[in-house]
């Protein structure tokens, strides 16, 4: 497996890993209207570049055998500064994998470049939404020590979902 920073040449495939493990994970959730409609705001070529290209975002890709199979996201300042009381957050923007690459190591290995760019960054803290009945990806988050700070909500269309604040100080 080799980690990598993106790059703008990144853009449709990141885009399309991110779409496919969105659907995969929480498609079924949703109406076609409203999944349709967050994926063209979050996980479309223009936005994902936009993204990489600009300042507030950092993210690690994971290749296996040439392919992308996962990735993380960092961004800051944290859309969720308001709920924590650290002076210097970042946030866990997105930590997904393809399925099949669930449970083979990946997302640790990205979660421990996330956490390594948030020390080296002067973090205090690193800030994370987690679905309410996610409950595999907040074993995950827990077992690094995150915890929950509050209820949140997440929009994919017109639809608010129950999220729940994770944090993690240093």
Not at 134 to 156: E, L, M, P, S, W
Request: glycine fraction near 10%; aromatic fraction near 12%; hydrophobic fraction near 45%.
């Amino acid at each position: 497996m080799i980690l990598r920073p993106a790059t703008p040449a990144d853009a449709p495939a990141l885009a399309a890993l991110g779409a496919e493990t969105f659907i995969a994970a929480f498609g079924h959730l949703y109406t076609a209207e409203d999944l349709a409609a967050f994926l063209a705001t979050v996980h479309a070529p223009g936005p994902v570049a936009e993204e990489i290209a600009g300042d507030s975002c950092t993210h690690c890709l994971a290749e296996e055998g040439g392919e992308l199979v996962a990735y993380c996201k960092l961004r800051y300042p944290s859309h969720y500064t308001a709920h924590s009381d650290a002076k210097n957050p970042i946030e866990l923007g997105q930590l997904y994998a393809l399925p099949q690459f669930t449970g083979t190591g990946i997302g640790a290995k990205l979660m421990d470049w996330a956490l390594g760019v948030a020390r080296a960054g002067g973090h205090d803290a690193v800030l994370l939404s987690v679905y309410s009945e996610n409950y595999g990806a907040q074993r995950f988050y827990q077992r690094y020590g995150f915890g929950k700070i509050a209820d949140i909500t997440f929009q994919v269309g017109e639809q608010l979902d129950a999220e729940f604040l994770y944090e993690l100080k240093f």
